[in-house]
């Protein structure tokens, strides 16, 4: 690179702007503008089944890209402080959902001073003030006037009523906590804790701190840990021949039932769906069937437990027995000969200047890998690391 060569930057923001314009143009197509963060309503593409590939990866390209640029142009001191910070958002986070300020602010547009707030929440006025201050700075929340805030498009995920409060929860008070203890479990080991930073902070494993009531929030089990089957669910609406054995711990089997009754109960009066719990260390799966279908499941167990599911899979499959698995797959953070030789992994590398596994837009995987370290001692795995499992 020359000492004149801008291109690296250059590059970065011709990519943005071809985002962006993506991006309004998939809008248009569906009669709307981009919304702004003032927008209240959900609104369009708020799922990924239902958002088109191309903004997805326009999307993608400005998260990334925005990023690398902001790392490159600014004082690298300034940025390692700035990332070194980073804990205090998730730490006012867990503040304001357990307090449901956003709940508080339903319907105001106008916004409530922080002193009601407070005083509905039982919350210092001063505390929360600064709390909500450094969200809305972060563009959660909107402060419409000094000490007066209201909801915005990303405050809104924090109302108790949606899923995303309950994952923030856990994330923002469990998770976190157990990130504070990571360097301590790396460098100062002990038997007590098996190397899980969670035992470390907490003094039980993650599954047990659950029964011992230490949770007082909202933050339900629901969408970090249930195998309700939903996922089958919609395979099985739109291929009527298929039919279906769900297989998970007898209380989540339980609850699976319940779930099914309610949400589609043609497949139980059909006999389309059978329940039966097992332990899959333990018991081997139901025998015979065409597939098995193993989704989120491998990322909660360290190799030797993996093998051993797999391995009771294994023993139930019949000649032509075929096993799916469904799980996040971490990339490199660097270009390597197989993202370019390999057709598949080629479509889904990232462009030059950007790092090839799309960096920053991607980055929730990494982290909740090390979520999964620092809880339960699992992990996520990359493609060659699935394939030496198997
Ligand atoms: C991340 S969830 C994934 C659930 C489901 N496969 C899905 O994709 O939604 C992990 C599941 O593993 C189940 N599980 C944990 N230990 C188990 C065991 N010993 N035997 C059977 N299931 C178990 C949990 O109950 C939980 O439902």
Request: hydrophobic share 40%; net charge negative; charged share 25%.
């Amino acid at each position: 690179m020359s000492s004149f060569d801008n291109t690296h930057i250059t590059a970065l923001t011709d990519l943005i702007n071809k985002a962006v314009q993506d991006i309004i143009a998939e809008y248009a197509a569906a009669g709307r503008a981009v919304p702004s963060l003032d927008t209240l309503e959900s609104g369009l593409f708020q799922v990924p089944e239902e958002t088109p590939a191309r903004l997805t990866k326009a999307i993608q390209i400005v998260e990334a890209a925005c990023a690398q640029l902001s790392c490159t142009v600014a004082p690298p001191g300034s940025v390692m402080i700035n990332k070194s910070l980073e804990h205090e958002e998730p730490a006012c986070l867990l503040v304001v959902t357990e307090a449901r300020i956003a709940d508080l602010l339903l319907d105001k547009p106008e916004g409530l001073p922080v002193s009601e707030l407070a005083s509905h929440s039982g919350l210092d006025t001063r505390k929360l003030t600064r709390i909500l201050r450094l969200l809305a700075t972060k563009h959660c929340f909107k402060e419409v006037k000094p000490g007066v805030f209201a909801n915005n498009r990303l405050s809104m995920k924090l109302l108790s009523s949606d899923t995303v409060s309950s994952i923030v929860c856990l994330l923002t008070d469990e998770s976190l906590r157990a990130s504070a203890y990571l360097n301590e479990t790396l460098t100062d080991p002990s038997e007590m804790d098996g190397g899980i930073p969670f035992i470390r902070a907490t003094g039980y494993p993650f599954f047990d701190y659950h029964k011992t009531g230490s949770r007082k929030g909202n933050a339900s089990q629901g969408p970090w840990l249930g195998g309700n089957g939903h996922a089958t669910m919609n395979l099985m609406k739109a291929h009527p021949h298929i039919k279906v054995v769900l297989q998970d711990q007898p209380q989540v089997i339980d609850m699976a039932q319940k779930f099914w009754a309610k949400e589609y109960p043609a497949a139980m009066e059909k006999e389309r769906i059978q329940f039966i719990p097992f332990d899959f260390f333990k018991d081997a799966a139901v025998q015979g069937c065409d597939f098995y279908y193993i989704r989120s499941i491998l990322r909660d167990w360290p190799d030797t437990e993996s093998e051993l599911i797999l391995k009771n899979v294994r023993q139930a499959m019949k000649q032509g027995s075929r096993v799916i698995i469904h799980d996040t797959v971490l990339r490199d953070a660097v270009r390597t000969p197989e993202s370019s030789s390999d057709a598949s992994v080629r479509r889904d590398v990232a462009p030059e200047p950007l790092l090839p596994n799309y960096g920053v837009a991607r980055v929730r995987t990494y982290e909740l890998d090390m979520a999964m370290m620092n809880l339960l001692n699992s992990q996520m795995r990359t493609l060659p690391e699935f394939i030496e499992l198997g």
